[in-house]
């Protein structure tokens, strides 16, 4: 502070440098030169702190992701196979995700997963967490995503995920959201979801292709528990649906196919990924297995006509809309580093500038002695 305070206040002949003031007139020199000097090099510190405040608060955040282990009756942190396992097509892979050593405020995270794995259907579209298991076992000490909320978790936060028109090989996802009849929404614990865009689809449904959430929230402290479930998709619609072959998860072979989330406030270094095996697919749900129940209707009252009864849809196709396709595009990606190099880049910036200015007034002042 020494060094700031002689600029700013012209320093006396003892405090020249006579490199830095070769021609003796640094009292004369003009005061606002000093108030640049000292602003680019208030400039180059508060960038390097902020950097280093970005990098001890994301080494700070912790994200771990679950997946149920139904034959275990537990949560799995690692992936599911037969052996610890067992799901039908139709049935519902519940997830859990913890953050830990949040900044309470606005945050986004992708939950990513397989739409497709070798060309058949994989992961359909997302829904409930607990439609088919896992009920109540949120706060299960097994695997690693346990909140350090639990066991007393504030009131949940629920929000619907958008419908998918997707087309692949001529149906909808939308249809095949219909067909199961499952609930779609995702809990939040620890904070409020603000929105869910998406999904956007990337890869040829032909190979292995993905879809993708985006999901922003806003946290009230530095924990928030995420859920959400995986449908596992029914060969019944896709393709019978439609006139085709089976083509649903039991159709997989060889590779797993993975649910993840991705991309935490931008840092790529936060991603989870659990993967699941062919192995734990056996057998298959009927249609609208998993639609919530119909209330009984109240019984009519004297003299009244009860109304007509309203056929339910019998047939995987009965109700199948089929949407125009709609574009594929890749999943956008920061660059887990991009905001250490926005702050580099402004330190450099700020001592450039700091050392052009040095060396022209060093040009001018020698210019001036020498004339």
């Not at 640049?36 to 992701?65: D, E, K």
């Not at 007393?152 to 090989?169: E, G, Q, R």
């Not at 590779?255 to 991603?271: C, E, F, I, V, Y």
Request: net charge positive.
């Amino acid at each position: 502070m020494g060094w700031i305070g002689q600029q700013l206040g012209g320093g006396g002949r003892s405090a020249r440098d006579p490199w830095w003031d070769p021609d003796g007139r640094s009292r004369r020199r003009n005061r606002s030169r000093r108030l640049v000097l000292v602003a680019l090099v208030a400039l180059a510190l508060a960038s390097l702190t902020l950097g280093l405040q970005a990098r001890i608060a994301r080494a700070a955040t912790t994200v771990n992701l679950d997946q149920w282990a139904s034959l275990d009756d537990a949560w799995q942190n690692g992936n599911l196979n037969g052996n610890n396992a067992r799901y039908p097509e139709g049935g519902i892979v519940p997830f859990r995700v913890a953050f830990e050593g949040l900044a309470a405020g606005s945050h986004v995270v992708h939950i990513n997963y397989d739409f497709t794995a070798g060309g058949h259907k994989a992961y359909d579209f997302l829904a409930t967490w607990n439609v088919t298991n896992a009920n109540g076992e949120i706060c299960s000490a097994s695997g690693g995503g346990i909140s350090s909320m639990c066991p007393s978790l504030p009131s949940p936060s629920t929000y619907a995920f958008p419908a998918d028109p997707y087309v692949a090989d001529g149906l909808s996802v939308t249809t095949a959201q219909v067909y199961s009849g499952a609930p779609r929404r995702l809990t939040l614990w620890g904070g409020t979801i603000t929105s869910i865009s998406g999904p956007v689809h990337a890869g040829s449904p032909d190979g292995n292709s993905t879809a993708d959430f985006t999901v922003r929230f806003t946290s009230t402290a530095s924990a928030v528990l995420m859920a959400w479930g995986g449908h596992l998709a029914q060969s019944a619609f896709w393709n019978l649906a439609g006139g085709g072959s089976r083509d649903g998860a039991g159709e997989v072979s060889g590779a797993p196919w993975h649910m993840r989330t991705l991309q935490l406030d931008g840092s790529g270094n936060k991603n989870q990924d659990r993967s699941i095996q062919p192995s734990a697919i056996v057998g298959e749900l009927p249609p609208f297995a998993l639609a919530p129940p119909t209330p009984a209707p109240a019984a009519p009252g004297p003299g009244s006509t009860p109304p007509p009864a309203v056929a339910a849809p019998t047939s995987p196709g009965g109700s199948r809309v089929t949407p125009p396709p709609t574009t594929t595009r890749p999943v956008e990606r920061a660059s887990s580093d991009e905001s250490d190099v926005a702050v580099v880049a402004a330190f450099l910036a700020a001592g450039g500038l700091m050392f052009a200015w040095i060396l022209g007034h060093r040009r001018r002042a020698l210019r001036r002695r020498d004339p």
